[in-house]
């Protein structure tokens, strides 16, 4: 077998490897996530800041987060404290 043959013999197995994975991934995302998720999650409060900005309050696994929202993603800012504690 020549190397180009052997190259795109491995180049298809390879695809097909992927493209099963990714199918896996999708059939079984609700038990990856509920088997991996690390807990609990509520925004408690948001508020917009400019057009497309927003400050959130994100209670995660119990404490209190304060993120930046914007179009390019999220930012966790500040960890405030407890989520017992009512200081936000």
Known sequence: ??????????MAVLL???VGVGFLLTRYRDRLNNAFGTGPK??????DVLPGVKL??????????V????KTGIT????????????V
């Open 67 to 70: 993120c930046g929202l914007n």
């Open 56 to 65: 959130a309050v994100v209670e995660i696994d119990g404490m209190k987060v």
């Open 1 to 10: 077998m020549s190397s180009s043959g052997l190259y795109s013999a491995v």
């Open 42 to 47: 509520a925004i408690k409060k948001t508020v």
């Open 76 to 87: 966790a800012l500040q960890v405030v404290g407890t989520a017992d504690q009512d200081n």
């Open 16 to 18: 097909c490897i992927l």
